[in-house]
T-cell receptor, first 111, second 110 residues
Framework: GQQLNQSPQSMFIQEGEDVSMNCTSS?????WLWYKQEPGEGPVLLIA?????ELTSNGRLTAQFGITRKDSFLNISASIPSDVGIYFC???????????FGKGTKLTVNP | SAVISQKPSRDICQRGTSLTIQCQVD?????MFWYRQQPGQSLTLIAT?????????ESGFVIDKFPISRPNLTFSTLTVSNMSPEDSSIYLC???????FGSGTRLTVV
């Protein structure tokens, strides 16, 4: 079945640093989604991408839909302590409306 | 976007018992989705629930173990039946094809 490879698995950074994480797949997706999950909560949608090559920002977050439709990345600029959490990518499409999730990137920000 | 109220938020259950998780949405939705998130893992779709029809289960999940009800367009329940420690996970409902999630139910089976 479809699988997403999300990396890195975890990141430890200093406040103020920029962060980059990505997801790749052997399958083509029509939509890429990025979520943040905090302890005790469900995932919250951060950015949705619908078109190959699309670059979308949400505050300090920027995400891109890869040209090949098989990858996406998320950047966080000038990280702050409240950015701590697990970030998940998800792909949708390829003949199915179901979401396929990456395994997550756990982000720790040291003040 | 829709707001989902999910309960209970957590529970500790004895093996062999069953737990029913509820999700209430503040607007009418055609499809609701149930996910499982095992400790330290990603989200796996259990089933898709349409109002007025049987839920559609993903490979590896069966109705006897995870019966789902969808009595109307704003409500759904997932039951985890005959629980074992391997069922210890976070269970989440979702609408909008995953665009909105409930806050999850953290289940521990002892």
């Amino acid at each position: 079945g479809q699988q997403l490879n999300q990396s890195p698995q975890s990141m430890f950074i200093q406040e103020g640093e920029d962060v980059s994480m990505n997801c790749t797949s052997s399958s083509i997706f029509n939509t890429w989604l990025w979520y943040k999950q905090e302890p005790g909560e469900g995932p919250v949608l951060l950015i949705a991408l619908y078109k190959a090559g699309e670059l979308t920002s949400n505050g300090r977050l920027t995400a891109q839909f890869g040209i090949t439709r098989k990858d996406s990345f998320l950047n966080i600029s000038a990280s702050i302590p409240s950015d701590v959490g697990i970030y998940f990518c998800a792909g949708q499409g390829g003949g199915s409306e179901k979401l396929v999730f990456g395994k997550g990137t756990k982000l720790t920000v040291n003040p | 976007s829709a707001v989902i109220s999910q309960k209970p938020s957590r529970d500790i259950c004895q093996r062999g018992t069953s737990l029913t998780i509820q999700c209430q949405v503040d607007s009418q939705v055609t499809m609701m989705f149930w996910y499982r998130q095992q400790p330290g893992q990603s989200l796996t779709l259990i089933a898709t629930a349409n109002q007025g029809s049987e839920a559609t289960y993903e490979s590896g999940f069966v109705i006897d173990k995870f019966p789902i009800s969808r009595p109307n367009l704003t409500f759904s329940t997932l039951t985890v039946s005959n629980m074992s420690p391997e069922d210890s996970s976070i269970y989440l409902c979702s609408v909008g094809y995953g665009y909105t999630f409930g806050s999850g139910t953290r289940l521990t089976v002892v």
